[in-house]
């Protein structure tokens, strides 16, 4: 039951991310470290082992949190949402974090084209800003609900 009422919480806190980015294109970095402070709890909850389980969880979403800062760096990407993936990173498995990647990418591509759409339709002057926390969140929430699911199922 615990499990269940931290994928819960989880997926609360991920709908809470995704309203704001699209509000003020920011996610709190209050919002991103209770996310990842909450993940060994859910570690414990799985009953991960400390090695190799939660080492392995660490450190993918630390080597994320790496390479989407050097998209930061780059200018491709905000900070929130680099810390979100990282975040998220760290409640997920490695196949299900590359299942993730995946769905934030065309969540992403779809959020762009309909961005870019509305940016031009309305005329409106320079760049403009994808809440991409938006398509973050969305990954998530596809990821937590199918976990949710099948935790509800057995």
């Known amino acids: 039951m ?3 009422l931290l994928l819960l919480l989880l997926g609360g806190l991920l709908l809470v991310a995704a309203i704001g980015d ?10 991103n470290a209770l996310i990842a402070l909450l993940a060994p709890g859910y570690w414990l909850a799985s009953g991960f082992a400390l090695w190799p389980d939660m080492a392995l969880l660490f450190g993918i979403a630390l080597l994320l949190f790496l390479l989407f800062a050097g998209m930061f760096a780059l200018g491709a990407m905000g ?8 975040a998220l990173a760290l409640w997920l498995p490695f196949p299900t974090v590359l ?8 969540f992403g591509g779809v959020l762009t084209l309909l961005v870019l759409i509305d940016h031009r ?5 320079g760049p403009p800003e994808i809440p991409y926390g938006v398509a973050i969140a969305a990954a998530g929430l596809m990821i ?4 949710i699911l099948t935790t509800a199922v057995h």
Do not use: E, F
Request: glycine residues 6%.
């Open 99 to 106: 299942t993730m990647l995946m769905a934030m990418a065309l």
């Open 79 to 86: 900070g929130g949402d680099v810390k979100l993936i990282a």
């Open 121 to 125: 339709l309305r005329r409106r002057p």
């Open 22 to 31: 699209l509000r003020t294109r920011t996610i709190p970095n209050r919002l």
């Open 144 to 147: 937590v609900t199918n976990d």
């Open 2 to 4: 615990p499990r269940l």
